[in-house]
């Protein structure tokens, strides 16, 4: 019986980075999405990833269980919460180093194997909407997103201490010869903030590069 795919064991490089920052490759890769904007504090952040993982689930548990789409099937978990953050475009004007979340805006996601379809996407998404439907799922979008050169850490702890990492990730940046592509991150969220304490937290933090 082939072995399911555990992305922290078959993808540590994207996944499990140092606690220093490192260049690295990023290929293509599918993701359901959502675009949202303001406070991730708010309710409609929560929202937003919540409606997630209900599609994202049952793409696995129906194509292990039709084996649908048949090319390339492989049982798999699902893959973690992802976010690209940026500011709008106001407070990007007036920007001076003091960041206020009400001005953020985010596309929050979740990565999908590599068989997963358009087609299979669209025949899972109406049938979440049938089984369990929210307002949001009209907003999600199946994409293909390739972050290319980039350099990536592991931040450990509050989610408002990152500014210290991005600091640590500009400098290496400097040091390579290599320039930011600009103020917009990833982030991926490797622990549930729900269950873990602020110091305790993991998140992978990656910016592009310019080519």
Known sequence: ???????????????????????????????????????????????????????????????????????????????????????????????NGTLNKDDLVFKLM?????????????EMLALTKKKKPHSLLENLKFETITDGKCIQMMHIGHYDD??????????????QGVERLSKAHREIYLSDFRKVAPEKLKTVLRFQLKN
Not at 110 to 122: A, L, N
Not at 162 to 175: D, G, I, N, T
């Open 162 to 175: 990152e500014p210290k990492s991005f600091k640590l990730m500009e400098q290496f940046a400097l040091e």
């Open 1 to 95: 019986m082939p072995t399911k795919h555990e992305w922290r064991k078959a993808e540590k490089a994207l996944y499990l980075p140092k606690t220093k920052p490192e260049l690295i490759e990023v290929s293509a890769q599918k993701f359901i999405t959502i675009s949202g904007a303001g406070n991730p504090n708010s309710q409609h952040f929560a929202n937003c990833v919540s409606v997630l993982y209900p599609i994202s689930y049952a793409i696995k548990m129906n194509a292990k269980k039709m084996k649908q789409p048949s090319i390339g099937y492989f049982d798999y978990t699902v893959y973690p919460l992802e976010g690209l953050w940026d500011l709008n475009e106001e407070a990007k004007k007036r920007y």
């Open 110 to 122: 979740i990565r999908q194997p590599d068989f997963v379809s358009q087609d299979f996407f669209s």
